[in-house]
């Protein structure tokens, strides 16, 4: 089983949305793809957000990775962002109390409004309807 | 072997409910009755009925000791926490002039495991025996340390028990009273130890004191076997997951789900919340085993776990 990981730049954010599951087979591709990810958005000072919203569970070793990349983030300050929980997923990270320790927002429009008024602006003319 | 009874379920440290929150539930359940009937006595439990246990009961706040009722006369026991003086005087008033033997293993010597043995009542009584096993080098001397001047008035000296100390190779199966009892490392300050006990068809294991390398396949690997198809698991969920790999990562314990996982992946029947958090009121126990629950429902497999929360006082039939 794999995990796909696609990544997108918007303005000074950058959005991955891994799509699958994230337990104890899968939690070190998630890691692998991660990590430079993090390293790379650490480095710039920009925000990293995760959506979620194609995640359908997560286990402690997936949650692991989580809080070691919130750390490395945080020790440069720039923002980590979780997003668009599904709901059995949302109630892992209540469980968890993930919840507390990470910034998660229902919606990647929440998110972005986080990370800097250019990525929103960017976000939301990219995800306007055509004319 | 019939039955587990919990006599101490807290972890770290004992601590006891005070005047207020007897109070606070008193209080809650005259609420509750408020405008029920209240003439017979089916009436008043009625009351009760339905509200929730901490709202009724309490989780308790003797530390660490757990009874396993092999169905045979001689006693098992795992650690010696403060609730080794309640069972003590339990197993005292069973006696009727018979001398009796106990066997108990030992989890590892820190304080809230070893406590309770200055005040077992069965260890002054002579013609009983007293078996203590563990595989801490140490574990003979842990112990008499703990009585000696000034930390307490009487030596081993007092005691009129016959003391023994068996020494258990992690791994090893050893056969004790008609139980297989096998022990495992596990990580903690100082290293801890678990117990798998297997007799009459029945599998129960005591793994308290035990954190979990997330990172470490192999780890969790080991304990899925250690924990197979066992009908029961003792397992330390002090923590939340969040807390036990961030600000409290090396403190040696673990949470709800790393419990609810490694019991899924093992198979086990039933998984029993243990080593309870001491700053967390009966309510806050009540909320992890309701999410823990939760957990286990949304997480479900082929094979469903019953999930429970030790106190002291429970017993579970096996």
């Known amino acids: ?131 | 072997m019939k039955a587990v009874r919990f006599w101490g379920t807290r972890g770290s440290l004992p601590v006891a409910l005070t005047a207020r929150d007897v109070r606070e539930k008193i209080l809650g359940v005259l609420r509750a009755a408020r405008g029920r009937p209240l003439a017979s006595e089916a009436d008043v439990e009625s009351v009760l009925t339905g509200l929730p246990f901490a709202a009724v009961g309490t989780y308790g706040g003797h530390s660490s000791c757990v009874q396993i009722d092999s169905g045979g006369p001689e006693f098992f026991v795992c650690d010696m926490g403060s609730g080794l003086r309640p069972f003590g005087q339990w197993a005292t008033a069973q006696r009727k002039g018979i001398a009796q033997t106990f066997h108990i293993f030992m989890s590892h010597l820190h304080w809230d495991h070893i406590m309770g043995l200055p005040f077992f009542v069965p260890a002054f009584i002579a013609g009983n025996r007293v078996v203590i096993y563990g595989s801490h080098e140490g574990l003979e001397a842990a112990l008499r340390r703990q009585q000696d001047k000034p930390s307490f008035p009487v030596d081993f000296s007092i005691f009129g028990a016959k003391l023994e100390f068996v020494h258990l190779e992690p791994g090893r199966t050893r056969e004790v009273a008609g139980v297989a009892v096998t022990s495992m490392l596990q990580r903690h300050a100082g290293d801890s130890y678990g117990y798998r006990f297997e007799g009459q068809g029945k599998v129960v294991v005591y793994s308290t004191d035990s954190e979990h390398p997330l990172a470490q396949a192999e780890h969790a690997e080991r304990f899925v076997r250690f924990f197979h198809g066992a009908d029961l698991v003792i397992f330390d969920a002090m923590y939340s997951l969040a807390d036990a790999i961030s600000v409290k990562a090396d403190w040696g314990h673990s949470s709800n789900i790393v419990g609810v996982e490694l019991c899924q992946m093992a198979e086990v029947r039933h998984l029993c919340l243990f080593h309870h958090e001491p700053v967390f009121d009966d309510a806050a126990i009540d909320a992890v085993l309701a999410e823990t629950r939760r957990l286990e429902e949304i997480t479900r497999g082929a094979h469903p776990l019953h999930v429970s929360a030790a106190y002291d006082g429970m017993e579970i039939a096996l």
């Open chain 1, 1 to 131: 089983m794999h995990l796909q990981i696609a990544t997108r730049q918007v303005a000074d954010a950058v959005i991955a949305m891994p799509v699958g599951r994230i337990d104890h087979r899968t939690a070190g591709e998630f890691e692998a793809a991660l990590t430079p990810l993090v390293a790379a958005a650490a480095a710039a000072k920009g925000a990293l957000v995760l959506d979620f919203s194609r995640i359908e569970y997560i286990s402690s070793v997936g949650l692991r990775v989580l809080m070691i990349a919130a750390k490395k983030m945080r020790e440069r300050e720039a923002p980590l962002l979780v997003t668009a929980l599904q709901s059995v997923v949302a109630e892992i990270f209540a469980i968890s109390r993930f919840d507390r320790i990470l910034t998660v927002t229902a919606t990647l429009d929440d998110a972005m409004a986080l990370c800097s008024p250019a990525a929103l602006a960017q976000h939301r003319a990219g995800s306007s309807p055509a004319p």
